[in-house]
């Protein structure tokens, strides 16, 4: 089964840069020192970044293991609102609605595997095994 931690590691280096921001200006007051402030800063980013990240990628792998989207056809309408039609792992098509912008930004062509949000946002999801 396909599966994704990407969002874990993606989480741990954006909790590691607000953990320097904030360390570097709360060091000197808190620990008397920017070095430490950062240190802390730092450690403290990354689990709080891997924590929101694993949680995210649990989702993802939750979806991916009852449905298993994966893309068959990527067509734009004459209005310019791109239609994307996913097959799921039982073989049922889905035609969704996106917006140019979101599938080029995205990526997102025939064969990819998709994350389908609650809010029918789709996303490309980079497996463990690609």
């Known amino acids: 089964m396909k599966k994704t931690s990407s969002n874990q590691g993606m989480g741990a280096g954006i909790g590691m840069c607000i953990g320097v921001a904030l360390g570097s ?13 950062i240190a802390i ?3 403290l980013g990354m689990c ?3 924590a929101f990240g694993a949680a995210r990628d649990r989702k993802i792998n ?6 298993g989207y994966t893309v068959s056809d990527v067509r734009r309408g004459d209005d310019g609102t791109v239609y994307v039609t996913v097959i799921n792992a039982g073989g049922e ?5 996106a917006a ?3 599938i080029e930004a995205e990526e997102i ?4 595997t998709v994350y389908i949000g609650e809010d029918g946002y789709i996303e490309k999801v980079e ?3 690609e």
């Open 62 to 67: 939750e979806q991916l293991e009852k449905e």
């Open 109 to 112: 062509s025939a064969g990819d």
């Open 25 to 37: 200006s709360l060091g000197e007051s808190m620990f008397g020192s920017m070095g430490a402030g």
């Open 127 to 129: 497996t463990d095994d």
């Open 93 to 97: 098509e889905t035609v969704l609605e």
């Open 100 to 102: 140019p912008a979101d």
């Open 41 to 43: 800063g730092i450690s």
């Open 48 to 50: 709080v970044g891997m």
